[in-house]
């Protein structure tokens, strides 16, 4: 009974101590991530079972399960966490960044908002041992100088940068909304002036809206890129539509060819946005075909795998 008892106990230690879901198999990966907001249907679980399968290295996490708040989803919080932590490193898989809906452009008590939201994912970007928080400039209002409007976007970005570099992380200013030309976002960075405070290239917004070749994007910016997405499109009318990567007018493939040939080091994140835009594929059809396309890029742009 003794040796029983104590053999039960081993293996309940044991089993206590391991991860809840293991690799499918170990292997090399290109740098390759997808961000949550393509599969707002999927829990915790089948994400990061999805993301192992498919050979993906990372992922940005931009809601789980249809909370968009981060703070608020039970596996990043409380108890859950260290859990969460564990089954992250036993599959090799990197949570790039986190996806805060915070716009510096706001005021009054939206502004109040933005900023307590930027603190919180940020204050769970150090629990978490997660490197960005990714924030937007987002608009210019019409009724407002544009050099306020940008003052006061700086202004928010300094809060910023200055709770997140005491806690090790960086701040990332996507190029997105009325922020997609090179010349408004250089002027929020070098306004910020802080090593808290880097840029996220959305490379679809930069040439479909800001009307800018990946070449020139990247000559303005390339030394503060620290993450990206990328994506296709075609027109609809006077909007786009999202198609799968390869198979619209963005050069994807060049975009990636530029950010290879200058020797960037983060991920090559997929931004499918089915959350916003649920009549484009299921991330079941644009995820595995995402990572296939996105092989044969890396490749051609002599990226290895690690």
């Known amino acids: 009974m003794r040796t029983n008892r104590r053999t039960f106990m081993t293996a309940l230690a044991a089993s206590v101590a391991a991860p809840a879901i293991r690799r499918a198999q170990p292997r090399r990966r290109y740098p390759i991530a997808f961000s ?6 999927w829990s915790w679980k089948t994400i990061l079972e999805q993301a192992d399968r498919l050979g993906y290295s990372a992922i940005e996490l931009r ?32 949570i ?44 210019i209002p019409a009724d407002e100088p544009r050099e306020t409007v940008i003052a006061r976007v700086i202004e928010g970005f300094h809060q910023m940068a200055a709770h997140a ?22 002027a929020v960075r070098s306004g910020v002036a802080s090593d808290a405070f880097a840029l ?29 997405h990328l994506k ?40 499918w946005e089915k959350k916003w835009h649920p009549e484009i594929e299921e991330p079941e059809v644009a995820f595995p075909h995402f990572a296939r396309t996105m092989t044969q890029y890396l490749e051609d742009a002599g990226v290895k795998p690690a």
């Open 200 to 228: 996220l290239w959305d490379a679809h917004h930069t040439y479909v809206d800001g009307h800018e070749p990946p070449a020139a994007t990247y000559a303005a910016l390339g030394p503060w890129i620290r993450h990206t």
């Open 232 to 271: 296709d499109s075609t027109p609809a009318g006077t909007d786009r539509r999202y198609v799968l990567t390869g198979t619209g007018e963005v050069p994807v493939k060049s975009q990636v060819q530029v950010l290879a040939t200058a020797g960037y080091k983060g991920y090559y994140c997929f931004e």
């Open 63 to 94: 809601g789980v399960a249809d909370e968009m708040d981060l703070t608020k989803v039970p596996e990043l919080s409380g108890s859950r966490l260290a859990g969460t932590k564990k089954d992250l490193s036993a599959l090799g898989i990197v």
């Open 96 to 139: 790039s960044d986190f996806g805060a809906s915070a716009a510096m452009h706001e005021t009054g008590a939206a502004r109040e908002k933005a900023l307590d939201e930027g603190r919180r994912f940020i204050d769970l970007a150090h629990a978490m041992g997660v490197k960005y928080v990714r924030m937007f400039g987002d608009k």
């Open 36 to 41: 949550t907001l393509g599969c707002p249907a």
């Open 165 to 186: 570099k005491p806690a090790g992380v960086t701040v990332l200013m996507e190029s997105h909304g009325d922020f997609t030309h090179s010349k408004d976002i250089e």
